[in-house]
């Protein structure tokens, strides 16, 4: 069963390194993840499992012990997803992080995460909602306890210079959002448009939406710690417990 979530945007300029110069522009989303990691930490989970969008080329699981990298961004930063399980082989694909989940390795050694053992699992951005809230079923069954650490990242079109330059529809998209995800409003999560979301660059919809169909019947309550859109991005940070 879900015992606690923690939900945090996952761009490559949350680690101060990528970001350069403008690091000191995410500190409050940066605080505000660690503190969404101590909720997963103080609720004593038996398996930590990461979600994270990905290109469809990149979906699908991650052992404990993957490492990512961002040399791609020009920086020769490199990281692991957890430690590698005890007599566990690498990833026979061999297989690099995706940028999501290697923002989620920065955050856990940043936290110097050593409460469970550490799992990702990277979903296509296309996932219908139904299979989204599926796979959340399954994966809360994975353990007695399980811990959700979900990477993405609301509407990419808020503003001119956004990645997706300005879409008036963004606002209220990522609004409904993050008032699901500060309220652990499980229906509103199911039912948020993945076509819309596709429209709007939101790739944080799957992974939120299995969130939602893992916390089903958990009893978790939600709390925002952090909302903003820098670079014209809609970031949210929350924890379940």
Not at 148 to 164: E, I, Q
């Amino acid at each position: 069963m879900l015992a606690a979530a923690a939900v945090c945007p996952c761009p490559p300029l949350l680690v101060p390194e990528v970001a350069a110069g403008a690091a000191p522009e995410l500190d409050r989303a940066r605080a505000a993840c660690l503190d969404a990691l101590g909720v997963l930490a103080a609720a004593r989970p038996d398996l930590l499992i990461v979600v994270a969008p990905a290109d469809d080329d990149r979906a699908g699981a991650y052992p404990a012990g993957t490492t990512g990298s961002f040399r791609g961004f020009g920086v020769a930063l490199d990281v692991t997803l957890g430690p590698p399980a005890e007599g566990g082989p690498a990833d026979p694909e061999h297989r690099p992080l995706p940028a999501s989940l290697a923002v989620a390795g920065w955050l856990l050694e940043r936290a110097r995460w050593a409460n469970a053992p550490v799992e990702g699992l990277a979903l296509p951005e296309r996932l219908s909602a139904a299979d989204c809230v599926r796979a959340g079923q399954e994966t809360a069954a994975r353990a007695d306890r399980v811990a959700l650490l979900v990477m993405g990242d609301g509407s990419a079109c808020r503003s001119l210079k956004a990645p997706g330059y300005l879409d008036e529809r963004a606002a209220a998209f990522d609004a409904e959002a993050t008032a699901a995800l500060g309220s652990a409003d499980l229906d509103a999560l199911a039912a948020l448009d993945a076509t819309l979301a596709y429209e709007l660059k939101a790739a944080g919809r799957a992974p939120w939406q299995l969130l939602a169909g893992a916390a089903r019947g958990a009893g978790l309550g939600g709390r925002l710690l952090y909302e903003d859109a820098p670079y014209g991005v809609g970031y949210t940070v929350a924890a379940w417990s």
